[in-house]
C-alpha cells in the first residue's frame, strides 16, 4: 500500500518561506519520480516540481527560481522548499509520483499566502 503524507503548510506572509515534507511509504522513493502538486478550488491540480531518483529536478515556469524539490531516499522524505512566496502559491499541496496515481493521493498540507 503506497502512502504519501503531506506536513509542513501554513500562513506565511507575501515573499516569506515555507518548506514542506512528504514521508512516502516503502522503497518508493527509490523507483520512482515524485512530485510536488497544488490545487487550488475550481481548478484541476497541476505539478509544480519533480525529482527523480538520481536527483534530477524539473520545475514549472510560475515556481522556477523559487522553489527547490529535494529528496532523502534514506528517510522517504521528498521536501519543497518555497521561497519568495506570493498569493497565487495559495493552494493544497500534494506529493505523488509522476504521472499521478490517483490512489496514491494523500491528504495534503494547506498553504496560504496572504498579508
Known amino acids: 500500500q503506497v502512502q504519501f503524507v503531506e506536513s509542513g503548510g501554513g500562513l506565511v506572509q507575501p515573499g516569506g518561506s515555507l518548506r514542506l515534507s512528504c514521508v512516502a511509504s516503502?522503497?518508493?522513493?527509490?523507483?520512482?519520480?515524485v512530485g510536488w502538486y497544488r490545487q487550488v478550488p475550481g481548478k484541476q491540480r497541476e505539478l509544480v516540481a519533480s525529482s527523480t531518483p538520481g536527483g534530477r529536478t524539473k520545475y514549472d515556469d510560475s515556481v522556477k527560481g523559487r522553489f527547490t524539490i529535494s529528496r532523502d531516499n534514506a528517510k522517504n522524505t521528498v521536501y519543497l522548499q518555497m521561497n519568495s512566496l506570493k498569493p497565487e502559491d495559495t493552494a493544497v499541496y500534494y506529493c505523488?509520483?509522476?504521472?499521478?496515481?490517483?490512489?496514491?493521493w494523500g491528504q495534503g498540507t494547506q498553504v496560504t499566502v496572504s498579508s
Open positions: 516503502g522503497t518508493i522513493l527509490t523507483i520512482y519520480v
Open positions: 505523488n509520483i509522476d504521472p499521478a496515481v490517483r490512489n496514491y
